[in-house]
């Protein structure tokens, strides 16, 4: 801590102050949808500049780092270059929430990590940006300081960011002491009167050499304090603006003399024109290309297959499957964060309609899972965590956190109070209609109480599951899944259903076809009658009706499991899967009933 | 503790203790060991086209089970539902097994130098199901093999 500690305080108030407000505005931001009134985007940007600033002068380094994140983010919003759709806004949100935590435990040392919201705002920030500019996201320009001993380290984003604005940069030379104490400024005003005249892009002094504003003896008589500034003020106006000696400042031109030439140039190029959509046509492009490979090998393997059903024709089409399972896998498979994001908000919802104070701390680092297992685990998820909440009296503040982790096989999803010492003892929660909903997912969840690490709520999920897209129906007592791949269409509320029996078959019409009805227990034409719902399929080159008793046709994704070795020869089904209410379904095994 | 039943054929001295349980009116029993859990779970679902004793599935804490019935299986006559009915769940070749039986008894201890082999009927089972039968003061226990058993199901 580099200032006196009455600063620290003050900053630490009036940060909280600002959080709190753009963390308001972002959720009023997200639900203008795209009539973003622009001034509220560039008032929370301009608070988060603030943030920042304020973090620089303080030598905090994780909170300027996240701050700026956070504000190039805002900055792409402002610009229009970024939507702040749901996903966008929880990114901030998230980065917010992980400031208020650092905010929290300044005075702790403690040694938080910023690594997943920097990931993920960073992410943001260069999905909209072109290729060849992507990399000054990441990319550090060194900007040497007058007195020879320091530089300034910025990411090139963010000065190109500026010279885009056509500002000019500068670096300002200044002395705590002079312009500070003995004027009996505070810091802070003396931070928001530069703020005044342009945008602060970093700040720094050399507080080893020359000591703090508290200590009673300093090293030096100065305390030279460095400010790189970006400004639209000619040096001329802006010496006089903030009256400085004109050694006091410094245009920096010669270090980023290519950024003004040649990036910025591109950057007002590219990204008025969509430049995005170029890189998603090149990902479409290697789709399409992949799975016409794929296509090709499938079809050169079958007609083999056809000819001749050796090992090696069935080897290629395993081949084939496999490396479709990947390709499938891969376009399925998201960041966790993407989608878990969504618990967040849900516990933000309930917190405020409940009128308690919670915090929600999400970690997934880099995981990646399949989107339609993620977006099942939200439901269940949210509800242990309340359930949690619930456990605790009403005025206590919470932090809950979710944290994931992945090995080989399994990834592992730990839920538990920040501060557990909250629940004193031993507890259960009530997690039956939880656990059915994993269950349906092939996860298994255990819950454990530790005095010391309190109530942890610990799921273990498969890394990979198969899962079928299909439509859940019901026929006589049972519950069947039909593929929708073979699925063509589904008629529905057809009872009495008006069909005939001719030669052995019976058939239903339907738009001046005749379809051939199936059903699973028997052939008689009353069964069929009083069936409410066709599903009109297909199987290789037949077409057939299955009647149903569903009176609606539920859509699923039912991981699949396999059936026992005793139902191997079961010629109808061809796996289980569980429901979420916790009953089986079974999937029905097409070809088989194809040729009924 | 999952035990494999396969793995355990092979240990065959020593002293087991035997879970003993009724099917029907046969006294049989198995090591103790091979069982992951018994339950009374009833909440069975029944799989069509399937052989008559193959009871169904059972949703065993987000695992599924098949269950056998074990009187049918063996050829007995068909139990009657009682409330004594338990699922005896097994692991056979890696995948959990639950064998309906009517109803379960005691722990007996045992040594296997003890158990004579079956004789080719068992109270009207073949003995080709059993490992062995051991004697207790006033009965005799069948030792089941699991694993003749399962062997069959899928081309029975």
Same mark, same amino acid.
């Given at each position: ?157 963010? %000065?190109?960011?500026?010279?885009? *604005?056509? @500002?000019?940069?500068? +670096?300002? &030379?200044? #002395? !705590? /002491? ?63 603006? %903030?009256?400085?000696?004109?050694? *006091?400042? @410094?245009?920096?031109? +010669?270090? &980023?003399? #290519? !950024? /003004? ?77 993407? &989608?878990?994001?969504? /618990? ?253 | ?156």
């Amino acid at each position: 801590m580099l200032i006196d500690s009455e600063t620290t305080d003050i900053y630490i108030q009036e940060t909280n102050q600002a959080l709190a407000d753009i963390e308001q505005t972002l959720i009023t931001i997200e639900n203008m949808g795209a009539n973003i009134d622009m001034s509220l985007a560039k008032r929370v940007y301009h608070a988060m500049h603030v943030i920042r600033s304020g973090a620089s002068l303080l030598s905090l380094p994780k909170i300027k780092e996240l701050s700026q994140k956070i504000e190039n983010v805002l900055g792409l919003i402002c610009t229009n270059r970024l939507t702040p759709n749901p996903e966008v806004i929880n990114i901030l949100l998230q980065g917010i929430d992980r400031l208020y935590l650092l905010i929290d435990r300044i005075h702790s040392n403690d040694d938080m990590d910023i690594d997943e919201q920097s990931v993920l705002l960073t992410g943001l920030t260069s999905a909209v940006l072109p290729d060849h500019i992507k990399q000054s996201v990441t990319e550090v320009r060194d900007i040497p300081l007058p007195d020879g001993k320091h530089v300034f380290r910025i990411p090139e984003f963010n %000065l190109i960011q500026v010279l885009e *604005q056509n @500002k000019y940069i500068y +670096i300002l &030379i200044l #002395d !705590l /002491i002079k312009d500070v104490q003995e004027k009996k400024k505070t810091p802070f005003n003396f931070v928001h009167y530069i703020q005044q005249h342009g945008q602060i892009i970093d700040s720094l002094f050399d507080i080893q050499t020359i000591g703090t504003l508290e200590e009673q003896e300093l090293n030096s008589e100065e305390m030279p304090y460095f400010v790189l500034l970006a400004s639209t003020l000619s040096e001329n106006q802006l010496t006089k603006s %903030l009256n400085l000696q004109p050694h *006091q400042m @410094k245009q920096v031109k +010669i270090e &980023i003399s #290519d !950024l /003004i030439h040649s990036k910025t140039k591109q950057l007002q190029q590219e990204l008025t024109s969509s430049i995005s959509t170029k890189s998603r046509k090149a990902d479409n492009k290697n789709r399409i290309a992949f799975l016409n490979d794929l296509f090709c090998e499938l079809k050169f393997s079958t007609d083999c297959l056809s000819n001749d059903a050796s090992s090696m024709g069935i080897a290629r089409v395993q081949s084939a499957l496999d490396k479709l399972k990947y390709f499938l896998r891969r376009e399925n498979n998201v960041l966790a964060n993407r &989608i878990l994001w969504k /618990i967040g908000r849900n516990i933000r919802d309930h917190a405020y309609q409940s009128n308690i104070q919670v915090k929600f701390d999400i970690e997934c680092g880099t995981i990646k899972m399949d989107q339609r297992v993620l977006y099942r685990m939200i439901e269940p998820l949210t509800d242990i965590i309340i359930k949690m909440i619930r456990c605790v009296q009403k005025n206590m503040a919470l932090q809950v956190c979710l944290k994931m982790t992945k090995n080989e096989e399994t990834i592992k999803i730990s839920v538990f109070f920040a501060n557990p010492e909250l629940l004193t003892q031993e507890m259960r929660l009530p997690l039956d209609e939880e656990e059915k909903k994993f269950h349906a997912l092939s996860a298994e969840i255990e819950q454990s109480f530790d005095i010391k690490a309190g109530l942890n709520i610990l799921i273990r999920i498969p890394k990979n599951v198969f899962i079928i897209p299909g439509f859940l129906i019901r026929i006589d007592a049972h519950q069947y899944i039909v593929p929708k791949v073979n699925v063509i269409e589904c008629l529905t509320n057809l009872n009495p259903l008006k069909c005939s029996k001719v030669d052995s078959s019976i058939v239903f019409n339907h738009n001046d076809n005749c379809i051939r009805l199936v059903g699973i227990a028997n052939n008689d034409l009353a069964y069929y009658q009083q069936k409410h719902t066709i599903i009109v399929c297909e199987v290789g080159n037949k077409c057939f009706g299955l009647v149903s008793d569903s009176l609606t046709i539920v859509e699923i994704d039912a991981v699949y499991q396999p059936l026992g070795k005793q139902l191997d020869a079961n010629p109808l089904i061809i796996a289980n899967c569980l429901l979420d209410d916790g009953q089986i379904a079974f999937v029905l095994d097409m070809g088989y009933l194809a040729n009924i | 503790m999952e035990v494999n039943v396969s793995t355990q054929k092979a240990e065959k001295d020593g002293k087991v203790d035997l879970a003993t349980f009724y099917v029907g009116e046969a006294l049989c029993g198995m090591d103790i060991l091979k069982i992951q859990e018994i339950n009374k779970n009833m909440e069975i679902t029944s799989i069509p086209n399937s052989p008559d004793y193959v009871v169904g599935v059972l949703n065993m804490r987000g695992r599924i089970v098949t269950i056998i019935d074990v009187c049918k299986k063996l050829g007995l006559h068909k139990s009657e539902a009682t409330d004594t009915r338990r699922n005896i769940i097994v692991n056979s070749q890696s995948e959990y097994i639950g064998l309906l039986v009517d109803k379960v008894a005691e722990v007996v201890p045992a040594e296997w130098r003890k158990v004579t082999p079956p004789p080719s009927n068992v109270r009207g089972v073949q003995g080709k199901y059993f490992e062995g039968v051991y004697k207790k003061e006033n009965a005799l226990i069948a030792i089941i093999d699991i694993e003749e058993v399962l062997k069959d199901e899928s081309v029975s």
